[in-house]
């Protein structure tokens, strides 16, 4: 069964760069059948999509975060990245890793991480 | 941009049926998805494609959509079932998630 595990500092300074990596075990990120994605849970709130990419580097994101988000793909390590910049305290969240099937199903979610957004 | 607009809470007996609406833009022109949220958890798929279930979810959970709204149905609640549940579609290559419902058992 495929797992996913969110890794990376759990505070970051305002105006830096968060940057996080999703590590997928029991199935390979180059099969070509799933997209790669990106969601955040603000304290107490509801969700939020960042972003996806495809194994092939293709990516797709939330044009409300578009300017500062970047997600990449390293296929040999079979782990997928997400970088957002000029960070401040509004960004602090739980951030979750998942897969998606058929380009529209989170199917398997990691257990996500928390970053706090603090000098 | 999109929206997704769910009720804040439901609650619902023992055994009895909670309903969990989901009001979008021609939502029925599109797919729904329904996550189910425990404390300290991560989302879970427990509705995709509007009324499929994925393998190990309860024959209780149904969905269906159709005009402006997508509906999730828990037959039979179980206090196991008090969760917070969020709809979930695309609009133009963008993931939506609705607002979240707060499903109580009492």
């Known amino acids: 069964q495929v797992q996913l595990q969110e890794s990376g500092p759990g505070l970051v300074k305002p105006s830096q760069t968060l940057s996080l990596t999703c590590t997928v075990s029991?199935?390979?990120?180059?099969?070509?059948?799933?997209?790669w994605s990106w969601i955040r849970q603000h304290p107490g709130k509801g969700l939020e999509w960042i972003g996806y990419?495809?194994?092939?580097?293709?990516?797709y994101y939330n044009p409300s975060l578009k300017s500062r988000v970047t997600i990449s793909v390293d296929t040999s390590k079979n782990q997928f990245s997400l970088k957002l910049s000029s960070v401040t305290a509004a960004d602090t969240a739980v951030y979750y890793c998942?897969?998606?099937?058929?380009?529209?199903?989170?199917?398997?979610w990691g257990q996500g991480a928390l970053v706090t957004v603090s000098s | 941009s999109y929206e997704l607009t769910q009720p804040p809470s439901v609650s619902v007996s023992p055994g009895q049926t909670a309903s969990i609406t989901c009001f979008g833009d021609?939502?029925?022109?599109?797919?729904a998805s329904w996550y189910q949220q425990k404390p300290g958890q991560s989302p879970v798929l427990v509705i995709y494609?509007?009324?499929q279930r994925p393998s190990g979810i309860p024959e209780r959970f149904s969905g269906s959509n159709s005009g402006n709204t997508a509906t999730l149905t828990i037959s039979g609640t179980q206090a196991m079932d008090e969760a917070d549940y969020y709809c979930?579609?695309?609009?133009?290559?963008?993931?939506?998630f609705g607002t979240g419902t707060k499903v109580t058992v009492l």
């Open positions: 021609k939502l029925g022109d599109k797919y």
């Open positions: 990419i495809y194994y092939s580097g293709s990516t």
């Open positions: 979930q579609a695309w609009d133009s290559s963008t993931g939506v």
């Open positions: 029991g199935g390979s990120i180059s099969s070509g059948t799933y997209y």
């Open positions: 494609q509007d009324f």
């Open positions: 998942a897969r998606v099937l058929d380009r529209r199903i989170f199917d398997y």
